[in-house]
């Protein structure tokens, strides 16, 4: 296949183009940037110039391609304004409607990208790929609810949702916790710290993205998850070795002041499991697991 691939140049994007490459299809990657165009060049993929504000570009690389994997997700808007957030969650829904008007009417697949959290129902329960509420509060639903949309319209969507993704320079939220650590000169975590967030290495996703654009099976959502659910207090423990500061706990009001924006995320319990996915695509992540890529992490100078 012709894959149309955005956020090619981001951390999991850049594991996609590998990915897709060496099982043998081509890949059109999304870039802004001279330096982005350089680095697809590289790894063998097409350089396609555009970006998420421009509905565009987005129509015309996916009318280009037999597929499309949307992984693209403006990053910004965390630990600088997370007030933001919001709009960049309907940004990604204005993009998944420019895709979608490019492949509606074929049988083409359109992968898009959410979250675990979208498929917690029960409190303290995994989250499960079968559910979704358009009414959840995370503002992140709006990538599902636009892939709905665009799917009623005749386009063959599915979605891959994200935990904490993870290798030893970078692991989704958890690197703005390594921030706030070495900012505040503690590692902490909320009340006992069990609350527990899910996880997977990189190249363990990038190979779901691959398997869940080849079977292509309209309406499926997979959970991209190698471990349920990481507690967070073992999160903080590897983190204030690693930076060699204390590690301590907080309440809930001692964690706004901490964790700032983070603090909405750092006492969620939200474990997800994957045994959909697997048994749908054969999908058995191999990867480290979490805290080995913690322990892994080149942590620099220690804070002192």
Known sequence: MRVFLTGATGFIGSAIVPELINAGHQVLGLTRSDAGAESLIAAGAEVHRGNLEDPGSLRSGAAKSDGVIHCAFDHSAFGNDFSKFVGVCEQDGHAIEALGDALRGSDRPLVITSGTGMGNAVPGQPGTEDYFDPNHPNPRKASEVAGASVAERGVNVLVVRLPQVHDTVKQGLITYAVKVAREKRASAYIG???????????????????????????????????????????????????????????????????????????????????AQTRQRLGWRPTGPGLIADLEQMCWGEAVT
Do not use: C, T
């Open 192 to 274: 006992e710290g069990l609350n527990r967030w899910p996880a997977a290495h990189v190249l363990d996703v990038a190979r779901l993205y691959r398997l869940a654009l080849e079977k292509h099976e309209a309406g499926s959502r997979y959970n991209a998850v190698a471990e349920e659910g990481v507690p967070m207090r073992e999160i903080a423990e590897v983190v204030g070795r690693g930076l060699k500061v204390p590690v301590v706990s907080l309440s809930q009001q001692e964690a706004q002041a901490h964790f700032d924006w983070l603090a909405m995320f750092a006492g969620f319990d939200m474990p997800a499991s994957s």
